[in-house]
């Protein structure tokens, strides 16, 4: 069984920073894909960025140039960056993983609130 656990979010006034990072614990498992997602009250979860074993990234358009994810192997660790944030980035960010062959993980989520 695999535990994901993201961990940095909070309380941030529009155009500060804020960095999510995400542990996947468990054995005898080997992790593919890792991505961040986010879902706003009355909104659908959507993609925010995915980073691939090899490094390759994935943005949303709207965080583009904004955040930056980015992932540890030997810690099985991936982390979000967050940069010059908008109210309009608040939400509760899951992390989501998979191990091969394709399983997805979720965490529980963490809200980030950007607010003056």
């Known amino acids: 069984q695999v535990q994901v656990v993201e961990s940095g979010g909070g309380l941030v006034q529009p155009g500060g920073s804020l960095r999510l990072s995400c542990a996947a614990a468990?054995?005898?498992?080997?992790?593919?894909?890792m991505g961040w997602y986010r879902q706003a009250p009355g909104k659908q979860r959507e993609l925010v960025a995915t980073?691939?074993?090899?490094?390759?990234?994935d943005y949303d358009e709207s965080v583009k140039g904004r955040f930056t994810i980015s992932r540890d192997n030997a810690k099985n660790t991936v982390y979000l960056q967050m940069n010059w944030l908008k109210p309009e980035d608040t939400a509760v960010y899951y992390c989501?993983?998979?191990?091969?062959?394709?399983?997805?993980?979720w965490g529980r989520g963490t809200q980030v609130t950007v607010s003056s």
């Open positions: 980073v691939s074993r090899g490094g390759r990234t």
């Open positions: 468990g054995s005898g498992f080997s992790i593919t894909d």
């Open positions: 989501n993983i998979y191990t091969y062959p394709g399983n997805p993980y």
